[in-house]
């Protein structure tokens, strides 16, 4: 893998897309920085790292055959690579928040951001944003639901040494993807994901709040909540929250 090295940037994902849009990159091509000044989540979001002390970098990659309908997928793979290097780091009580924060004892440690690049009916290529509190230990007030892999496990990690496992992780999966292996990974996803199948209260755009049971993500990757009236209702990014 080619890893590139910044000490400090607006983002790596703008900076890779940036990148690919002007040369050829090699596949699995890696920015990471110490300090990214304008880090960015899901739907705009913000997000904020100490310097020096988490693990924020992009991933370059690109596709044999993956169709935009099953981007959802993708997601899947991605969530699954840091997922179970975190498994075998023994971070207790992981799980995937849908659709792919990264939680550690209910708290949130990391995030992912995927933008891709389509051709025709096909994603060509594709960049993941990877942002995860490693060594940070204190966090701002607005960020209560947040922890970091020292908070949660007591322990200092290696950064260079958990960005290689997790890319590592990340091509394994990425390969299971190019061979077609949906059912396998969205299994695999679905067995870790944040209280599925556990009744729990909700709130949707509206501030609406109510009580529901996750059972499963739809075909274009919403998720798919039963209502008190056993009715299964679909809700995309940033239509429901937990409470």
């Given at each position: 893998m080619k890893i590139i090295k910044l000490s400090a940037i607006d983002s790596t994902n703008s900076f890779l897309k940036e990148m690919a849009s002007g040369s050829l990159v090699e596949n699995f091509t890696v920015v990471v920085t110490?300090?990214?000044?304008?880090?960015?989540?899901?739907?705009?979001?913000?997000?904020?790292?100490?310097?020096?002390?988490?693990?924020?970098?992009?991933?370059f990659v690109t596709f044999e055959s993956l169709s935009v309908s099953d981007k959802k997928y993708l997601n899947y793979a991605v969530s699954l690579?840091?997922?179970?290097?975190?498994?075998?780091?023994?971070?207790?009580?992981i799980a995937i928040k849908w659709p792919n924060d990264?939680?550690?004892?209910?708290?949130?440690?990391?995030?992912?951001?995927?933008?891709?690049?389509l051709k025709g009916t096909k994603i060509s290529s594709t960049v993941i944003g990877i942002g995860l509190n490693v060594n940070q230990t204190s966090f701002s007030s607005s960020l209560e639901k947040a922890s970091s892999l020292k908070l949660s496990s007591n322990r200092t990690f290696d950064l260079e040494q958990?960005?290689?496992?997790?890319?590592v992780s990340l091509k394994s999966k990425i390969l299971l993807l190019n061979a077609r292996a949906f059912e396998s990974i969205e299994t695999s996803y679905l067995n870790v994901l944040y209280k599925k199948n556990i009744p729990a209260m909700f709130k949707d755009s509206?501030?609406?709040?109510?009580?529901g049971i996750i059972?499963?993500?739809?075909k274009d990757g919403k998720l798919q909540v039963e209502l008190e009236d056993e009715i299964i209702k679909e809700f995309g990014i940033?239509?429901?929250?937990?409470?």
């Open positions: 110490d300090n990214q000044i304008k880090g960015r989540g899901q739907q705009g979001s913000v997000w904020e790292s100490e310097v020096g002390k988490n693990l924020i970098f992009s991933v690579a840091v997922f179970e290097v975190l498994q075998q780091e023994n971070i207790p009580r990264i939680l550690s004892a209910k708290k949130k440690i990391g995030g992912i951001l995927i933008e891709n690049s958990l960005l290689i496992e997790i890319v509206n501030d609406i709040v109510f009580m059972r499963g993500i739809s940033k239509e429901i929250s937990f409470l």
